[in-house]
């Protein structure tokens, strides 16, 4: 098993930065490919990024495309996620997960959640 803690949301004006980081525990961290979702008042969870267990491959919801990074640390066992150009439809509480299935992009192929945490960016 695997317990996930987010940090580093809050406010930021449109256009400007973030790091979220997803610290875990647990010694088989670095086993899993991990994830991060968004979700928005009134809206589905959506994916947004994610990561190969060794960092070596990454995949991005085309919406964060070029604009998120996502990166790992597997001697921290953390996971990182560099938000960039931030547009106020990036507004909505980021969760990272465990991903435990087959499909990178579908939240139910992910087994371990963290709490959230809130970004919310203004115009």
């Known amino acids: 098993q695997v317990q996930l803690v987010e940090s580093g949301g809050g406010l930021v004006q449109a256009g400007g930065s973030l790091r979220l980081s997803c610290a875990a525990s647990g010694r088989t961290f670095s086993s899993y490919d991990m994830g991060w979702f968004r979700q928005a008042p009134g809206k589905e969870r959506e994916f947004a990024a994610a990561i190969s267990w060794s960092g070596g491959t990454t995949y991005y919801a085309d919406s964060v495309k070029g604009r998120f990074t996502i990166s790992r640390d597997n001697a921290k066992n953390t996971v990182y996620l560099q938000m960039n150009s931030l547009k106020p439809e990036d507004t909505a509480v980021y969760y990272c997960?465990?991903?435990?299935?087959?499909?990178?992009?579908?939240?139910?192929?992910?087994?371990?959640w963290g709490q959230g945490t809130q970004v919310t960016v203004s115009s």
């Open positions: 997960a465990a991903h435990t299935g087959s499909n990178w992009n579908i939240r139910t192929e992910y087994g371990y």
